[in-house]
């Protein structure tokens, strides 16, 4: 088998990315960003349905600024993946439904929420992204596991139990707790992925700290997913204003060539390969996925290109119009 890679990156909303003046003048909102991307690379991940449940209508918008042949990843909305969530980021009406005590914290936890609860909030996660994946525009889910989410008989059985929240859709696993993947568990833990048929998503990450999980590359099913963090050892760990602080760190082409190799044998081994760079501080994302996308074209990978259709999607103008909401 040699899987075609995809390379893009984690967001296209990024404000420091749209504030490094990478778009277009013309490309003033979301609309007109979502379909200049799409021009320019094959593949991105929407991290937004990880903070709030979006109405499915915002996937149809997705599907409608992106050409056929396009690949959108999407994170699990973050109750389902065991971290907590301000209420307002839930809908009104479960909202309501909300113990009064637990209305007006600033984080409630998946236990905080009840059985009934959750099953509503994940039927709706799957209705938001439906239109993506009735499109074929959906890759994988990604359920991003926190660091207080360590191996144990529990939180292997809810791994199992994450494909049956999303059911027809390829759910990818990334651990952010070094005990899944260290010398010990390693074998065993993508031996539980691969019987499940779970995504193993190989990442890319500051090493030394308790919770670093290491580069291991390694396919569990017929996809494949790397995640490239940055290595900004002095804000991995530390809490920081905002997320693209921790993500600050541009790869030199050494960096990145070490993965040249490892992204080779994962699509001898998948059908297709995700590198998603997530190191969305300015341009710095886009930056690295050219010269990746580069990396792997001289030693003869087969990649995706932008869908071919792009020609007969509309592009921006040459000045911006009225804001959109995706």
Known sequence: MTGIVKTGITSWTEKSLIDAGWYPHGARNPAWRLRWYATQFPIVENDSTYYALPDPGHARLWVD???????????????????????????????E???????????IYPHDLGADLMAEIAMRFRESVEPLRASGRL?????????????????????VRARQLVPDCRVAVEFRNATWMDERHAADT?????????????????????ASVPP????????????????????WMKAVAAARERFAYLYREDELREWVPKIRRLADRASEVHVLMNNCFGDYAVRNART???????????????????????????????????
């Open 97 to 107: 439904h909300l113990p009064a005590r637990l209305r007006g914290r600033a984080r």
């Open 65 to 95: 600024r992106t050409p056929r042949g396009f690949t959108m990843n999407v994170k699990a909305f973050a109750s389902l993946t065991e971290h907590y969530t301000n209420p307002v980021r839930l809908p009104k009406d479960l909202r």
């Open 190 to 210: 993508l031996a539980l992925l691969r019987a499940n048929d779970l995504v193993y998503t190989c990442v890319d990450e500051p090493q030394g700290f308790p």
């Open 139 to 159: 890759g994988v889910v990604l359920f991003q596991y926190p660091v207080w989410f360590p191996r144990s008989p529990t939180n292997r059985a809810k791994l």
């Open 292 to 326: 990746m996308s580069a990396l792997l074209a001289s030693a003869g990978d087969r990649q995706s290109e932008p869908p071919s259709d792009t020609h007969a999607m509309p592009l921006p103008p040459s000045t911006g119009a009225g804001v959109a909401p995706f």
């Open 216 to 235: 291991v590359a390694d396919a569990t099913s017929d996809v494949a997913v790397v995640r490239f963090h940055g290595r900004a050892r002095g804000t």
